[in-house]
């Protein structure tokens, strides 16, 4: 293989996936891909997670692992962790819940060499436990490079990009960068960094990374507070596009305020009053900048009905009443 010299450091965090660890270990192992090394982060998982990450560490020279106190919620201190123990010229993350296609290394080290990148990335796809798909079936797509400006774009357009995994980086990127610890959807605080000090990105279309639905998980969990951490990372995105891509500016706020309104849909489902005194909060914000949202191109039609039902009164009321509505379904 053309590029089989350059080591890629393979990190995957690990907390209470005991169900799904070895598929995913099992996946990077399948790589067509041979050059890598696999560090599993066990984050003081409670379940037997470290038991199988020691097997597999036994059993296979290229897999170490790091048994680390979970500290801090979230997987950044893990992240972080692996960057630092990282002997390779490139690195991916691939979290433990999740699998790979066995050719997805291969594709991803062709796109980012072939084109002279220091970050390529593939497209993924959402599956269930009843997913399954056969080794082989990869069919190679031309691939492309967009600039930085592109990606942030693709990034505001599509938030599920933000994700670092699916990409492999030049290990350089992680420069003076790191995951954001304590902070949930910390992808979102880095990704526009990278995407920044990349400049050329290389891209994939095939869907090479599987998402996995099951289980249990930030994104699909019951509401929390954690979850508003996702405002902040997109309130980072508004500062980074202000002062590097301004065309996108207001493609970004409209982002912003309709995040706003996801969230206060649920925070009005909500009996936490700590949660409850946000709303208050967000409504403001939101109605204070009722002329610019209402009047923006990118605001949706659903956007501007619960930006009406705000400005009225009635949002509240409206959502507690279709969740009722719901739920007796």
């Given amino acids: 293989m053309k590029y089989k010299d350059n080591l890629i450091s393979v990190v995957v965090p690990v907390y209470n996936v005991e169900k799904y660890l070895k598929r995913c270990i099992d996946s990077i192992l399948a790589q067509t891909y ?11 998982s409670p379940d037997n997670c470290p038991q199988i990450c020691d097997q597999y560490a036994k059993q296979y020279k290229n897999i170490s692992v790091i048994h680390q106190n979970n500290l801090t919620p979230g997987a950044s201190e893990a992240r972080n962790t692996g960057i630092e123990s990282a002997k390779g010229k490139y690195i991916t993350f691939i979290d433990s819940d999740d699998y ?179 709303y208050k909060v967000y409504k403001k914000e939101i109605l204070s900048n009722f002329k610019y949202i209402l009047g923006s191109k990118y605001t949706t039609r659903n956007n501007v009905l619960k930006l009406i039902f705000l400005k009225l009164g009635l949002f509240k009321f409206f959502f507690k009443i279709t969740n009722t509505y719901k739920s007796s379904i």
């Fill in 100 to 278: 790979v296609h066995n050719s997805m290394l291969e594709v991803l080290m062709t796109t980012l060499e072939d084109n002279k990148v220091s970050l390529s990335m593939c497209s993924y796809k959402k599956v269930d436990d009843s997913f399954s798909f056969k080794e082989g079936e990869f069919i190679k797509d031309d691939t492309f490079v967009i600039n930085d400006f592109n990606a942030m774009n693709l990034l505001v357009d599509d938030q599920t990009t933000s994700a670092v995994w699916g990409k492999l980086y030049n290990i350089d990127l992680f420069s003076q960068v790191r995951f954001p610890v304590g902070k949930h959807n910390e992808d979102m605080f880095i990704t526009p960094l990278l995407y920044k000090k990349s400049l050329r990105i290389g891209m994939s279309s095939q869907k090479l990374y599987y998402y996995n639905q099951e289980g249990e998980s930030l994104c699909r969990s019951e509401f929390n507070i954690n979850m508003l951490d996702m405002i902040d990372a997109i309130n980072f995105w508004r500062k980074e596009i202000k002062s590097h891509y301004p065309r996108l500016i207001e493609k970004v706020d409209i982002h912003y305020f309709s995040t706003l309104f996801s969230k206060c849909q649920l925070i009005v489902l909500s009996k936490d009053n700590e949660i409850n005194s946000i």
């Fill in 34 to 44: 041979k050059n890598f090394e696999i560090i599993l982060v066990d984050d003081e």
